[in-house]
T-cell receptor, first 116, second 111 residues
């Protein structure tokens, strides 16, 4: 199967700081990247979708100026949580879709963000 | 709109069979996925259905009826390690073929 990495796996930061999360597809190219977040005991909520080289499309209720997405290459996408607050504490998971198109959608291992 | 429903919790006995149902209402259906997720981990792929019928993969099977907006995941010969959340997700054909998840079903397997 496809290999997806996320870094960091876990981060603790102070309120007001920014945190960058990297997502890499290690053995395939991904034209499209999905970013999800998951609060405790809840399901995955889609935050935004991005295509390589273009601006991300955000889901309703997700602030695009707070969650900055960069999809600069076919193997790397980043999500930056700007001016993080405790309510942003969550599990963030990326999901790159292979450029060739597959029936399976792969997920990264996730990043646990805790904002103090 | 998009609406995906599945039971919140289920319990079952080791060695038994359990069926987890999922119903959805959507425009632009383009496939249904089932994922397993253990606490604190990312979801892992179990099955994919885009045509009506049953897909079997070892102890896991998944069924889809597009006309009824209905799917189920069948787990046979349950093991303790099957205790996890099971997520039903629907892919929508509009835009980027995004995948939207149901709330998930927490399955507890007891000895």
């Amino acid at each position: 199967g496809a290999v997806v990495s996320q870094h960091p796996s876990r981060v603790i930061c102070k309120s007001g700081t920014s945190v960058k999360i990297e997502c890499r597809s290690l053995d395939f190219q991904a034209t499209t990247m999905f970013w999800y977040r998951q609060f405790p005991k809840q399901s995955l909520m889609l935050m935004a979708t991005s295509n390589e080289g273009s601006k991300a499309t955000y889901e309703q209720g997700v602030e695009k100026d707070k969650f900055l997405i960069n999809h600069a290459s076919l193997t790397l996408s980043t999500l930056t949580v700007t001016s993080a607050h405790p309510e942003d504490s969550s599990f963030y998971i990326c999901s790159p879709r292979p450029s060739g198109g597959y029936n399976e959608q792969f997920f990264g291992p996730g990043t646990r963000l805790t904002v103090l | 709109g998009q609406n995906i429903d599945q039971p919140t919790e289920m319990t079952a006995t080791e060695g038994a069979i359990v069926q987890i149902n999922c119903t959805y209402q959507t425009s632009g259906f383009n496939g249904l996925f089932w994922y397993q997720q253990h606490a604190g981990e990312a979801p892992t792929f179990l099955s994919y259905n885009v045509l009506d019928g049953l897909e079997e993969k070892g102890r896991f099977s998944s069924f889809l009826s597009r006309s009824k907006g209905y799917s189920y995941l069948l787990l046979k010969e349950l093991q303790m390690k099957d205790s996890a959340s099971y997520l039903c997700a629907v892919r929508f054909s509009g835009g980027y073929n995004k995948l939207i998840f149901g709330a998930g079903t927490r399955l507890a397997v007891h000895p």
